[in-house]
């Protein structure tokens, strides 16, 4: 029924919007992609894989430019580039690199600065909370050492811009809600646990720029874990 329904659609000369879930149908049938996010509607040329792929591959490159040489010293024009697309190209998925930065950021940034909220509910138990707390603070170092040159680089941005401070605000309050949550549902009191957990969080990263950037001398960080 499918193949029926393309072979037709190939052979039609008007124009049909197609709304479907099925990516290799829209590959095999459109030459054009309508995407409509926070209430703006934007046309790409192109079908579906296309679009994803030059899509991720601007927002990979752009991220990978600021962290690297910094925001203010990285141009769209740079990140065209490194992506193999045409300037033009980045302006019709892009208004600016302000909104690659944030693009980049919902795509990266939870594995960068909050591994936490990767932490299966299974993973949780009340009997070996101790280990779990070890578990986080290793990601978190182990994260923070993979890519220390992003995370100095977007935390600063965080302090000049308005958006991305807004971003890991709201990122920072889900992840205090989803550790408070799974303590709950564990059997942990729940009086004052979110100002407790949110507490934790900023002592654990904290510790974690201790150990990747800070490096004290005299400091026993087993002890600190």
Do not use: W
């Amino acid at each position: 029924t499918l193949t029926i329904l393309e072979d037709y659609l190939d052979n039609f000369e008007g124009i049909v919007i197609i709304v479907s879930h099925d990516r290799y149908f829209l590959d095999a049938v459109t030459n054009k992609t309508i995407e409509l996010e926070h209430k703006k509607i934007t046309c790409y040329k192109g079908g579906y894989s296309e679009f994803i792929e030059k899509k991720e591959k601007i927002i990979e490159s752009g991220f990978e430019l600021i962290c690297e040489k910094g925001y203010y010293n990285t141009n769209t024009a740079e990140i065209a580039k490194n992506a193999g697309v045409s300037t033009g190209i980045v302006y019709q998925y892009f208004k600016d690199k302000h909104d690659i930065l944030i693009e980049a950021l919902k795509k990266y940034a939870d594995n960068i600065f909050y591994p936490m909220l990767n932490i299966p509910a299974k993973d949780f138990d009340k009997s070996n909370l101790n280990d779990i707390i070890r578990k986080m603070i290793d990601s978190f170092v182990q994260n923070h050492k993979l890519s220390k040159s992003a995370h100095e680089e977007i935390m600063a941005m965080a302090h000049l811009d308005e958006e991305v401070a807004f971003y890991f605000h709201k990122r920072e309050m889900e992840m205090t809600e989803k550790i408070s949550e799974l303590l709950v549902n564990n059997g942990f009191d729940s009086d004052n646990l979110m100002e407790r957990v949110h507490i934790c969080i900023g002592l654990i990263d904290n510790l974690c720029h201790e150990i990747v950037y800070h490096k004290h001398d005299g400091l026993d960080y087993d002890v600190m874990t």
